[in-house]
């Protein structure tokens, strides 16, 4: 019998947007769309949200869900036989939800959920940035900073908890981070404390931007990482400020962990990573350079080759690399 | 034929001592000895001591040092087939310097050189604290501060440089670390920075202490972790305060690690964490905790079971544990 050509799909839900695409068995982008993600409601309008999203995608390729081998989900939060719980930057997310099983319902086919950093970490690993590499660091530079690790060709995840790289300390008793701690890298450099720290800036002390003009102009409700691109391009002095901030912390917090860790490379992701793309990775590599302890091969550091889309094709291959295994 | 039961000797080659020991098969310590590592000379004149150290122990155990199946080294800097360059904290050894090729001379019989970390933690894995882990970060608080990684029962290499714990930046632009840079854990916590920190405080800004005193009373010429400790039991305020400021550096850098590998267990080794044992350990632990991310499973941390002698164990099983598994 001759198997017939499968197709996948993957969703990548992030704290700003849900991003969808079908794939061949080999990591082909065949159809790809995107949707916001809701900031308010709960688990349930989320998952709405990603079944609209996957929906988009298989209409761009011309191939009905039910018809996929099956959909793979890159999330936030803790994940177990398909539940997700406590998922930070989602709306009403403190509990635990079936987003396989309520995924799997309305598509009718196959759906697996993998952590949202480890699976985008896997899709550069395996055809994107990293391909080239046996260890890797992934950065996923957005709305908070994940970590994932690739060591000798296997994903690290330790107890289950590795990879919490925007959590590591570059500040003792330093600046607030979103996770209530103190002096986290993400504190620093996550877009929600980029966010937070700019308006506390501009609306409590004064000090000028055009950034949430621009949001309000491009009808956004936050600074994603489309107006912090935006505002640099115009030059706004407390863009630039907070970015620089960011990158200082991004330097400090990668380059601690590649003295532990030591790997080949470091590929820099997530939504401001991507958008902001080469002159910040570069930027990021030379704020690691001072406190690299190796600091005459320091790693090589690279913007996510697969881009936007890293995480939905990672996504997909939760259940693509699964049966080629087979 | 029946073989002969072997001896192995280990030696561990650090900052403030040289720690020799002579051991069975299977780990068993049957001698040991210490000498000062000298502080001026060079290379040559440390591995004089080395020898020294050896044949006391060698003595105490009553077997010959031509004897032994096999003399075993932990070392400091970069170790490439026996030769020690770049040794840190060693008098005059900016150099290479052919360590095993010397030591093999004096003894009469097989010498290996290892990283003097790598071997530590490598005893406490298998035979210390760490012995029912599969993934261990040993933590070696002496003049500087080393790390080791066994990641699922191998240690963790990475490019060569792993481990490099001491140089996790915990304040950026933060206290001037030995190795030149600003804010690493190791400018708060090794043993040479507190020194050094706490002759500024005494000598130029008026402090009060009675380290200096305790000091030459002992017929020291550092601040060793002996004096550390009795300089504590006599409730010196300023020797207080720098554990205290070093303990929080040490609390905020292993918990970023943690946060980044999430390991089983930490087991605090070295002169001081050895000197100041368990409840040390205990407020690492607590000094981690507000640091790390999966807060509500905190990993195991303990001093090294193996003590003092964890070096030269580890060392030795650099011979014994590549004839068993041959």
Known sequence: MIAA??????IDLGGTKIQAAILDGVGNVLGAARRATPTSGGPADVAAEMETALRDAAKAAEVEPSALAGVGVGSPGTIADGNVTSARNLP?????FPLAQTLSDAFGCRVEVGNDVQVATDAEFKLGAGRLYDSLLGVFWGTGVGGGLILDGKPWLGRGGAGEIGHVVVEIDGARCTCGRLG??????????????VRDLHERKGRKTDMFKLMREHERTRLTSGIWARALERGDKLAEHTLDRAVRALGAGVASVMNVIDVEG?????????????????????????????????????????????????????????????
């Open 184 to 197: 986290c890298m993400e504190a620093y450099s996550g877009r929600a404390s980029m966010e937070a720290y």
């Open 5 to 10: 050509v499968a197709f996948y799909g993957g």
């Open 266 to 326: 470091v590929v820099i992701g997530g939504g401001l990573g991507v958008r902001l793309g080469h002159p910040y990775a570069k930027r990021i590599a030379e704020a690691m350079q001072p406190h690299l302890f190796a600091d005459q091969r320091p790693p090589h550091v690279h913007v996510a080759a697969l881009g936007d889309l890293g995480g939905a094709i990672g996504a997909s291959l939760l259940l693509s690399s699964a049966e080629a295994a087979s």
């Open 92 to 96: 009403g997310w403190e509990g635990t």
